[in-house]
């Protein structure tokens, strides 16, 4: 009988600590959400992400990607100008799949010779959360702020115009 009563106790303790249990959960970071808007199609087919020491003179990158825009986005309308999504873009070369903080970016667009610089990526400083032991929140540590071009953003999502 003690033995019964003593592996009860046991159980409903297990139990009771067991819906305490907390956990340390580490967020992902988010990539920073690039818009093209502006230009012509043909203009931003083919562009080529690089990746910088942050802080450093844009001398050597990192690594680098060429990306090309296979999307379906609509054609516009007469003259309009064309509006995409750097998500619509699919990788040809390279390693780098988005603009994340802690690093400077260069875009470089080459049948325009145009680049687009993006410097001093911020995120929101969400490291971690604690949640109940099974539970899987997926924590996510989002872009706050950063610069392109020199001039400061707030957001995650950066629109680069001709």
């Known amino acids: 009988m003690r033995k019964t009563y003593f592996i009860l106790c046991l159980s409903i303790l ?10 340390r959960q580490y967020c992902t970071t988010d990539k920073l959400s690039v818009i093209f808007t502006g230009f012509n ?33 609509p054609l516009p309308v007469g003259n309009k100008k064309d509006t995409i999504a750097f998500s619509d873009y699919s990788r040809t070369s390279g390693s780098l799949n988005g603009i994340y903080p802690g690093n400077d970016w260069l875009i470089l ?3 325009i010779n145009g680049y687009y610089t993006i410097d001093l990526i911020a995120d929101e400083g969400h490291t971690s959360e604690i ?10 540590n989002k872009v706050a702020h950063y610069f392109t071009q020199g001039a400061y953003h707030n957001g995650n999502t950066a629109y680069i115009q001709r």
């Open 14 to 23: 297990t139990i009771a600590f067991g819906a305490c249990c907390k956990k």
């Open 131 to 140: 949640v109940k032991c099974g539970e899987n929140g997926g924590c996510i």
């Open 41 to 73: 199609r043909s203009d931003i087919r083919t562009v080529w992400l690089k990746r910088y020491k942050a802080g450093e003179p844009k001398v050597k990158a990192l690594d680098s990607s060429q990306f090309v825009y296979n999307g379906n986005t």
């Open 109 to 111: 667009a080459q049948s």
